[in-house]
């Protein structure tokens, strides 16, 4: 009899992991966000415009190059620390045809680095946007 119980408790144990609530960014609190006045129209000057594919193919590219979920060592060093935060990279994203997208992380002027120390990370990616996969990683 306790068998099939201890069965059932295992697999709805197994189970929660497949219930995950997916990715939601953080939201300021509302007296904040009520705070906050957006300009009229966009704003002049320099802006940058991002075509759809571009930014589907840095999303899908930064999700495999550094999850969402990646946790730094225990013991990491604050390099390590930093390098595991998504707003350290610099991204460049090119078009090669109506089928690939290049998309290339470096870390940023002046991120992650203690004096003397050069860091020798990032990847570049060869994004599928017909098909919104990964064809290839340079490491």
């Keep these: 009899m306790k068998t099939p119980a201890l069965l059932l408790m295992a697999l709805s144990l197994t189970g929660c992991g497949l219930f995950q609530r997916p990715f939601r960014p953080a939201h300021a609190p509302a007296a904040e966000a009520a705070a ?14 991002i075509p759809s594919t571009l930014s589907a193919a840095v999303q899908l590219a930064m999700d495999d ?22 707003d350290s ?12 997208v290049l998309v290339a992380f470096t870390p940023g002027k002046g991120a992650c680095t203690t004096e003397g120390l050069t860091l020798d990370v990032g990847a570049t990616y060869a994004v599928d946007v017909r098909n919104w996969r990964i064809l290839a990683v340079q490491r």
């Design 36 to 49: 906050f006045q957006f300009p009229l129209g966009f704003p002049p000057g320099e802006h940058t415009f």
């Design 89 to 100: 990279y610099d991204v460049l994203a090119k078009s090669l045809s109506e089928k690939v």
């Design 65 to 86: 190059f550094l999850p969402r979920d990646a946790r730094p060592p225990r013991n990491a060093t604050p390099d390590e620390v930093c390098l595991m935060r998504r």
